[in-house]
């Protein structure tokens, strides 16, 4: 059954580096995304991107996140120069359409970013 | 703006006994819900969905949710829980006016005693 995976399943950096979490969504997805849950608290949304465009994002989601789709595969989240609060798990998602018969999302394993 | 609120942030039932897992959403326009699950170490699995076509709606390993407009709720049952039912349930919603994003609840930890 196609999945998606993320690499890597653990990041620990320092703050104020820069770090890229990558994620290879389900093949045939059009609509990507990216969440994060920091410890005890509620899956929050970040950012959708559709047709090479970012078509949502959250308030989280400031001048130090961006993401790209490198090739026909890959999706990533970068961040610039990382804070301690940016400590969590990160998830990757993909849905094949928006339509009410195709939006469910399917979530990757998740990256644990650590900010030492 | 939507939200999403699940009633219990632990839940522990016997094993064989009903699972109830509470949610309750609020939203301007008709919703679209999702119930997912995570277990240890893993990512989170769609467990079922509602599009607005039937309002009773059956998912994996033999979960089931129902919409209930006038409460507002979608809550999660299993009639007989099992032990590897274990795990962290999450509430989701997104709406029509929404993109497609969603917004998650605060999870339910779902704990099956022998």
């Known amino acids: 059954e196609p999945e998606v995976t993320q690499t890597p399943s653990h990041q620990v950096t320092q703050m104020g580096q820069e770090v890229i979490l990558r994620c290879v969504p389900i093949s045939n997805h059009l609509y990507f995304y990216w969440y994060r849950q920091i410890l005890g608290q509620k899956v929050e949304f970040l950012v959708s991107?559709?047709?090479?465009?970012?078509?949502?994002k959250s308030e989280i989601f400031d001048d130090q996140f961006s993401v790209e789709r490198p090739d026909g595969s890959n999706f990533t989240l970068k961040i610039r120069s990382t804070k301690l609060e940016d400590s969590a798990m990160y998830f990757c998602?993909?849905?094949?359409?928006?339509?009410?018969?195709?939006?469910?999302?399917?979530f990757g394993p998740g990256t644990r970013l650590t900010v030492t | 703006a939507q939200s999403v609120t699940q009633l219990g942030s632990h839940v522990s039932v016997s094993e064989g006994a009903l699972v109830l897992l509470r949610c309750n959403y609020s939203?301007?326009?008709?919703?679209?819900l999702f119930w997912y699950v995570q277990y240890p170490n893993q990512g989170l699995q769609l467990l079922l969905k509602y599009t607005s076509a039937a309002t009773l709606v059956k998912g994996i390993n033999g979960f089931e949710a129902e919409f209930k407009k006038s409460e507002t709720s979608f809550h999660l049952t299993k009639p007989s829980a099992h032990m590897s039912d274990a795990a962290e349930y999450f509430c989701?919603?997104?709406?029509?006016?929404?993109?497609?994003?969603?917004?998650f609840g605060g999870g339910t930890r779902l704990m099956v005693k022998p």
């Open positions: 991107f559709y047709n090479n465009e970012i078509s949502e």
């Open positions: 998602a993909s849905s094949l359409g928006g339509g009410s018969a195709s939006r469910e999302q399917y």
């Open positions: 989701a919603v997104s709406s029509h006016n929404a993109g497609n994003m969603l917004t």
């Open positions: 939203s301007s326009v008709p919703p679209y």
